[in-house]
């Protein structure tokens, strides 16, 4: 069982809202990535970090979503300004020794 | 970059026939790592198989896959479906863990009685 721990498992948001999901990755796993999976179920990277700096990230995230991942807290992911087109499974990972570790994903629904 | 495929999307089959999923990458790193990951509905998406070695057979679960690094595949088998396969997989592949996985589309498996 995966020990990535991610909340909420459901958002809801009305467009132009700020949507703001959680997550805390395994312990002694030192890179921490978020993806989006889409209604076709598609995996997209977002952006991902290790030691609380952003390794890579997609142009979409930079400009409008705001990521941390701080020491002793959780990791997070928000959306600055929700679009409908941003309904879709959020997915946190932790990796270690090359391989990732999925938690269950937060599913956002902008309406 | 690098890209993985999988020519099917859905795979509808009766339980107890053999699967196989198909699964080919390219990349221009001779050190990648292939996974097939499992995913089913609201639940996290789990690691069944991985590998680096070229040539050699990974098995869990019933599932079986070997890497053939000539023919840049990592086809996925099992002898006998259940109904509790019925799920989404998903091939990956990773190069470096800072970059992350490049996943494939997916294939959706279902098992009928």
């Known amino acids: 069982n995966s020990k990535v721990i991610q909340t909420p498992r459901y958002l809801v948001k009305g467009q132009g809202q700020k949507a703001k999901m959680r997550c805390i990755p395994e312990?002694?796993?030192?890179?921490v990535f978020w993806y989006q999976q889409n209604k076709n179920n598609e995996f997209k990277f977002l952006i991902n970090?290790?030691?609380?700096?952003?390794?890579?990230q997609i142009d979409m995230t930079e400009k409008r979503f705001s990521a941390e991942c701080p020491s002793n807290s959780p990791c997070s992911l928000e959306i600055q300004s929700s679009e409908a087109g941003d309904s879709a499974l959020y997915l946190c990972a932790s990796s270690y020794q090359n391989t990732l570790y999925f938690g269950a994903g937060t599913r956002l629904s902008v309406l | 970059g690098d890209s993985v495929t999988q020519t099917e999307g859905l795979v509808t089959l009766t339980e107890g026939l053999p699967v196989m999923l198909n699964c080919t990458y390219q990349t221009i790193y001779s050190n990648a790592f292939l996974f097939w990951y499992v995913h089913y509905l609201n639940e996290s998406p789990w690691l069944l198989l991985r590998?680096?070695?070229?040539?050699k057979r990974t098995e869990h679960q019933g599932f079986h896959a070997t890497l053939h690094k000539s023919s840049s595949s990592f086809h996925l088998q099992k002898s006998s479906a259940q109904l509790s396969d019925s799920a989404l997989y998903y091939c990956?592949?990773?190069?470096?863990?800072?970059?992350?996985?490049?996943f494939g589309l997916g294939t959706r498996v279902s098992v009928f009685p």
């Open positions: 990956a592949l990773i190069n470096n863990y800072a970059q992350g996985l490049t």
């Open positions: 970090f290790q030691n609380q700096e952003v390794l890579q």
């Open positions: 590998s680096s070695t070229d040539n």
């Open positions: 312990k002694g796993h030192p890179v």
